[in-house]
């Protein structure tokens, strides 16, 4: 693809990542049709604008995800395909990468769907090829409409920018302010939050102030409150405040009148200082981070969670530092760099975690279901933090970032070291250059990982020929009545005790050993006895089996063995379901459509899962069977950003299109559970509706310890 100015004749068909230039005056027009006829059309409509505008041509709309997300487009023109099924999921697929920008579909006599159809499937409007004024209005009337959008994503940009800058400024003042609704606290500025020794502004709001005061003090604040309640004057005074770790702190207070929003509400606005008589640095400075002794501390108490969770480290350390200084100086590059603290803490959900640990260096613990999803966490941040702009108007930069990560396991003894192994892995890219983000290799890992690697190694064979493996089972959900028992399955070690170690803490291990394909053929084993069994209570059950990269790879063995074991323990294939990863699939295409295209031969179904994850989804989708779509995890939380929002009815519409059900994994919340079914999904999966559980289908399992 190429940029090329209304009026000039280059072109060519090989596409690249648009990247929007935000307020500029240059609009830019992708024209996505193969002939050139229509191309030309396009062109000679917009050829006598005023002010400049880029046509972008390509001749296939499955080309344009190939090099990235197209953004700042400031309209689409895409040439309707005759089959009403492609012409939506080319307008699906355009619309799903093109953002905002409204797509105009092209009809040269023969397009697949009329203009009813075409808005009602997402298009600004349906043109005529023959209909050159028809074309040269609407398409600067969505010229106009794009513009206005483009500058409405650039001034949003530009105040979570401000924004952040004022949370770097707020956090750094002497100053700590609040609004006291009679003594509760509302409103607090990061600094107060710290003050009263709460890490988080929304831990601090609704906090009853007077219990935070050391009690020879409590009297006099309250008698403060009145006072400025009944005389509606300013005071000030001086108190004791005692935080959670029994720390005091001596404060001065200044007390404002507030505005009551109802008639029986009093209102305080509230200002803290450090007392003059109090210790130096009392105040903390700088973003709400914890710094590198909080992380070793944390370390080394960390072992496990709860549920599915693998614990993740991603290093982040911002690149060119001393460059940046020179350019900046050193107060306002340590704001940026403070910024870059406060994007990290926004990137972060549930658990995570953000410590500070050296000029510009940042640690990350992050706990996510599996490893491929650490390390598509740490991909996403990577490209995201080199998209962000830190600063304000008067000075700013785009920073670039050295990124390692990798996963914690083998308990709490081994963390320093895996910290280590980032750091040193951060330190040899930023040596070749920089600004990339790296899975930590096991070559370059201590002698205590290879050897905890090796001690699991043998553990896990032994599991496979003793039966030290469990499966449990957490069922999945109907939301439009079926009636048919699914359960997901999910492996567990059995250790010398009889305790369940999940798969987190072996399945790394277990993928360097190469053991994985054995391990498939373990779960898939025990599903078929399991299926075989609960037929013989008349029970119908449908159990979904996940298979891994490597045994994609190992696919003819893997079915042969396969029609073997089915032949000696005959079932209705139909109620096994093998389930592939969107992102193994994208990177094995070829195999992964190989395998799932012999299985549904052999009349079993294929589920994709953790589906959506990036905008080439419906790539995948396109290329590979699938009776069931398992959604991405990030889809289950409550609050996604417009363009998760965005994706997300591109997929429901897609599955729907081509009635494939839609599975929502990891639910949470009952808000979570409503808001996917209002979107349109099928089926529901998690901790919310069901515990994973190795007793769900007891009996057919008889586990030899």
């Excluded at 344009?64 to 099924?85: F, M, N, Q, Y």
């Excluded at 009809?107 to 997402?122: F, I, P």
């Excluded at 004057?233 to 109802?262: C, M, Q, W, Y």
Aim: proline share 3%; charged share 25%.
């Amino acid at each position: 693809m190429s940029a090329q100015g209304a009026g000039l004749n280059q072109q060519t068909t090989a596409p690249q990542a648009l990247h929007g230039t935000g307020v500029a005056n240059t609009l830019a027009v992708l024209a996505v049709t193969a002939e050139q006829a229509v191309f030309e059309t396009i062109r000679q409509a917009l050829d006598d604008r005023n002010d400049p505008v880029d046509i972008v041509h390509s001749d296939d709309p499955t080309q344009l995800s190939d090099e990235g997300v197209i953004s700042g487009v400031a309209v689409v023109g895409l040439h309707c395909h005759a089959d009403p099924t492609r012409a939506k999921r080319e307008l699906g697929l355009v619309q799903g990468l093109a953002g905002t920008a409204p797509v105009i579909l092209l009809n040269t006599g023969d397009a697949g769907l009329d203009r009813d159809a075409a808005v009602a499937a997402g298009a600004w409007d349906l043109l005529s090829v023959e209909s050159e004024q028809d074309i040269r209005t609407r398409f600067r009337q969505a010229l106009e409409v794009g513009r206005t959008r483009v500058e409405i994503a650039d001034a949003a940009q530009r105040l979570n920018q401000t924004q952040r800058r004022l949370d770097v400024l707020l956090s750094q003042s002497q100053d700590a302010r609040a609004t006291l609704v009679d003594r509760r606290v509302a409103d607090p500025s990061p600094a107060f939050a710290r003050l009263i020794g709460v890490d988080d502004v929304e831990d601090a709001r609704g906090i009853d102030l007077l219990d935070r005061i050391a009690p020879h003090d409590r009297t006099r604040f309250a008698d403060a409150l009145e006072q400025v309640a009944t005389t509606h004057s300013d005071t000030a005074l001086v108190f004791d405040i005692t935080t959670h770790l029994n720390h005091r702190t001596s404060l001065r207070a200044l007390l404002k009148p507030g505005v009551a929003e109802k008639s029986d509400e009093q209102r305080t606005n509230l200002v803290l200082q450090p007392a003059e008589n109090a210790p130096s640095g009392a105040v903390a400075r700088g973003p709400a981070l914890d710094g590198r002794m909080a992380l070793h501390g944390v370390l080394a108490q960390t072992t496990t969670r709860a549920k599915e969770w693998i614990l993740g480290l991603v290093f982040v350390a911002v690149d060119e530092i001393s460059s940046l200084q020179d350019q900046l100086g050193l107060a306002e590059s340590d704001l940026l760099l403070q910024e870059v603290g406060l994007y990290l803490l926004q990137a972060v959900r549930g658990e995570d975690r953000v410590f500070r640990f050296g000029a510009g260096e940042y640690v990350m613990l992050v706990e996510r279901h599996s490893a491929n999803e650490i390390e598509e966490f740490a991909q996403n941040l990577h490209k995201s933090l080199s998209d962000e702009v830190f600063g304000d108007e008067r000075r700013s930069a785009s920073l670039a970032a050295s990124m390692a990560h990798c996963v914690l396991s083998g308990g709490a003894a081994q963390n320093d070291s895996r910290l280590q192994l980032l750091m040193d892995t951060v330190y040899e890219i930023r040596d070749d250059g920089g600004n990339a983000v790296r899975r930590c290799q096991s070559e370059t890992a201590p002698a205590m990982d290879s050897a905890d690697d090796q001690a699991w190694t043998t553990r896990l064979r032994e599991a496979l020929t003793q039966d030290r493996f469990s499966l449990a089972y957490q069922g999945i959900t109907s939301l439009a009545g079926d009636s048919q028992p699914y359960f997901d399955t999910l492996l567990r070690y059995v250790d010398d005790r009889g305790a369940l170690v999940r798969p987190g803490e072996f399945l790394p291990a277990a993928e360097k050993a190469r053991l994985m394909p054995d391990i498939d053929r373990w779960v898939v084993q025990r599903c078929l006895d399991v299926i075989w069994q609960q037929r013989a209570k008349d029970a119908h059950i449908a159990l979904f089996a996940k298979l891994s990269s490597a045994t994609i790879e190992d696919a003819d063995r893997f079915m042969a063995w396969l029609l073997a074991a089915v032949e000696a323990k005959p079932i209705s294939r139909w109620n096994l379901i093998f389930s592939f990863r969107e992102d193994d699939v994208r990177n094995q295409t070829r195999l992964a459509r190989k395998l799932a295209d012999e299985l549904e031969a052999a009349e079993f179904r294929v589920a994709l899962t953790h589906y959506g994850s990036t905008p080439k989804a419906v790539q995948v989708l396109d290329r590979m069977p699938a009776s069931f779509i398992k959604l991405a995890p990030d889809f289950a939380r409550q609050i996604l950003g417009r363009e998760e929002d965005e994706r997300l009815a591109h997929i429901i519409s897609s599955a729907r299109e081509r009635e494939i059900p839609l599975i929502a994994e990891q639910i949470e919340d009952a808000n979570s559970m409503a808001r996917l079914w209002q979107a349109g999904v099928n089926y529901v999966q998690g901790h919310f509706i069901q515990e994973p559980d190795t007793e769900a289908l007891a009996q057919s399992q008889d586990i030899h310890l």
